[in-house]
């Protein structure tokens, strides 16, 4: 599998047009068979393709991500082609715009050939809850391949793409990444606009990215960063100082979150043993952190996000968006009633009522509230941990990939397993997780970074530096 700089390469210099590589990647998307793919852009696809080549053959520079082939996670608009968000709600929706992240990767040469599968809204860590039915492992179609960006995950796995675009809002990137064996990064709140990406819960909702390694995810992320003034909390900093750095791993401090290595399986900790090793062998220092109040995180992750979602998923009342039932002689009541009950799925449903809850009157101080102050607090320890150490090694997952439908009925099992990755989204900080190896059946683990706001080149850096000795 070529890498998108090694596409990207090949397009400028003409040794394969732009819409050769479109043709293949949508032939290779077409014919997966682990339901990764919602909906094809053929027609968009081979447009920008030749609009690419067009461009080279002019003379004129067609970008860093010339000829790429890019799936899109299918939360994400993109114009004149469906963004369902996986939910018979907005079965059939067709955005009017462009979300910033996808048009300034095709401003970049990018081709979107595709969206990708995902659980309903977002809400999950499996994709299995989606209307398009759930994304199947690469390795053993048996497993779930992690969510709820799972889709684009398994795009990148399988080669029919070498970049795809997710949702991070509590590990939706990361988790996906770690359980499928490819590369994946949550950038800094505020790195990369959140216009037209349907909101879950927007205080902690970030795009990310897949990748195969550490180089093609700067790439991406270099062309999608910086300040959006349709989402007012992107920031204004400098795209190009997303690296990743050459680094020197000599005198590094990597702080290993203790709390995290338990309740992790035997083989994710060999798999993350082999990568504090590899950081050792290099000449940097591995140490054990504490971290206060991790035991509360998933609680006040969770709270947050229902919270959020309960008000964000709103909108879905059959007024304007997607699906609408009943009668509209009944009122907007009704209509709402009929249009979110058939619509909208079983967990989603579940948490816009728990997020309803605790934010109703006489409950916000108990809940919503205090979730808010202990995610501060989580923050600040995080913050704490980072004044010692560069960096911090965690697990992306305490397991490897389940067993389908294995959870389904045990929301709080899937919850708990966010412990991992729920921390950076609290917190705003940068994460990502490179594939640490084989752990149990083979299949792989993910080994998370986390480093202070806006670090990503020194992280994508170290990343690097580890992932390449493995
Ligand atoms: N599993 C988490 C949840 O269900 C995270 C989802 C996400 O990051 N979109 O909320």
Known sequence: ?????????????????????????????????????????????????????????????????????????????????????????????????????????EAAGALVIGKTNLDEFAMGSSSETSVFGPVRHPADPGRVAGGSSGGSAVAVAEGVVPLALGTDTGGSVRQPAAFCGVFGIKPTYGRLSRYGVIAYASSLDQVGVFSRDADDAAVALSAMAGRDPADATTAARAADELGPVPVDLRGLRVGRIADLWQGVSDGVRAALDGVAARFV???????????????????????????????????????????????????????????????????????????????????????????????????????????????????????????????????????????????????????LSLPAGAAEDGLPAGAQLIGPAWSEARLLGWARAVTAKA
Request: charged content about 20%; some cysteine; hydrophobic content about 50%.
């Open 1 to 105: 599998m070529t890498s998108a700089r090694e596409t990207a390469a090949a397009v400028r210099s003409r040794r394969v047009t732009a819409v050769e590589v479109a043709e293949t990647a949508l032939a290779a998307a077409a014919s997966s068979t682990s339901n990764a793919f919602v909906t094809l852009a053929e027609a968009r696809a081979l447009a920008r393709a030749a609009a690419v080549d067009a461009a080279i053959t002019a003379g004129r520079d067609p970008g860093p991500l010339a000829g790429v082939p890019v799936a899109v996670k299918d939360n994400i608009c993109t114009a004149g082609v469906a963004t369902t968000a996986g939910s018979a709600v907005l079965r059939g929706f067709v955005p009017p715009y462009d979300a910033t992240v996808v048009a300034r990767l």
């Open 281 to 431: 062998e290099s000449g940097a220092t591995v140490v054990d952190v504490e971290l206060p109040l991790v035991e509360a995180a998933v609680s006040s992750y969770y709270l947050i996000a229902m919270a959020e979602a309960s008000s964000n998923l709103a909108r879905y009342d059959g007024t304007l968006y997607g699906l609408r039932l009943g009668e509209a002689r009944d009122g907007h009541e009704a209509v709402a009633r009929a249009t979110r009950a058939a619509g909208l799925g079983r967990e989603v449903q579940r948490r816009v009522l728990m997020g309803s809850f605790a934010l109703s009157a006489g409950y916000a101080d108990a809940y919503a509230e205090r979730a808010a102050r202990v995610r501060r607090r989580i923050a600040d320890a995080l913050q704490d941990a980072l004044a010692g150490v560069d960096v911090l090694l965690a697990p992306t997952a305490p397991t490897v990939a389940w067993r389908q439908g294995e959870r389904l009925d045990d929301p709080l099992a899937m919850y708990v397993a966010d412990v991992t990755t729920c921390l950076a989204n609290l917190s705003g900080m940068p994460a």
